[in-house]
């Protein structure tokens, strides 16, 4: 599969997109190993095995002077792979609850995978992908982060903060098509709007701690220092001043 991939982004176009039959075995390698789901394979091997696959097609999709007939036939296939994570209808919340630490990469790469082809993507086509990965992403956001967030799983957490970094960082990029999308999911716009804040303010109260846990070891570290700085002890012996040596004093008859 790694071969293939070497083969594909390295070797003159005519090697494998001039030849329809090495061109088809390629794309069924692929495919095979997205479509893995043996069951005489431990699954956390499996995962691996997808997630090493998708990084090589991400590499296929981002070299242009080869990528568009693999994006053609491919790119259907990476989707496909983590649909059953985000179905887009009412067994939504059953899909999440699904979801393993194995799943999370190959749900990242496959999400990466897309970003780079909507990064090649023509302009006619980008709000084809920035919706579907939008969409995508909005699937593993919380319906209402400040009284759901918390009670995650570990996992899913991981899953709501990543489509949140992926989600702010699409928007500024594609602006036009992301303010498209959300007006035309008005349910997905509120989902999106509300993670966000949340994060912002997850953020602020983050910060404000840091600042206080900071300026506590500076007092802490202050108050350590002076606790082990010796005490001065200001003494005088006046000994030397004894009535023994004292000038004596006598009057004048």
Do not use: W
């Not at 790694?2 to 088809?24: C, D, Y």
């Not at 059953?94 to 999370?104: F, N, Q, R, W, Y």
């Not at 400040?146 to 989600?167: G, S, V």
């Not at 206080?212 to 007092?219: D, L, T």
């Amino acid at each position: 599969m790694l071969a293939t991939a070497v083969l594909a982004t390295s070797a003159p176009r005519r090697v494998i997109l001039g030849n329809t039959e090495i061109f088809g075995k390629a794309c069924r390698l692929f495919r095979d190993c997205l479509q893995d789901e043996s069951k005489h394979v431990r699954y956390a091997l499996i995962a691996f095995i997808v997630v090493k696959c998708i990084q090589s097609l991400s590499s296929i999709f981002a070299r242009r002077e080869v990528c568009y007939p693999f994006i053609k036939e491919l790119a259907p296939d990476v989707l496909a792979r983590i649909r059953q994570f985000a179905p887009g209808d009412a067994t939504r919340l059953t899909a999440l609850e699904t979801i393993s630490d194995d799943d999370v990469p190959i749900i990242q790469e496959a999400i990466r995978s897309l970003e780079v082809i909507l990064s090649i993507a023509k302009v006619n086509r980008e709000i084809v992908f920035v919706n579907v990965l939008v969409q995508l992403l909005g699937e593993f956001l919380c319906d209402d982060p400040p009284t759901q967030y918390r009670q995650l799983t570990p996992t899913l957490r991981r899953l709501h903060d990543y489509a949140i970094l992926r989600l702010n960082l699409i928007g500024p990029a594609h602006p036009d098509a992301f303010k498209k999308v959300l007006h035309t999911f008005p349910a997905l716009k509120q989902r999106i709007e509300s993670s966000i804040r949340y994060q912002a303010s997850r953020s602020v109260t983050a910060q404000q701690a840091a600042q206080r846990a900071m300026a506590a070891a500076k007092i802490e570290r202050i108050n350590a220092v002076q606790s082990t700085q010796p005490a001065i002890k200001l003494t005088m012996d006046f000994s030397a001043f004894s009535s023994a040596e004292a000038p004596a004093v006598t009057s004048e008859p």
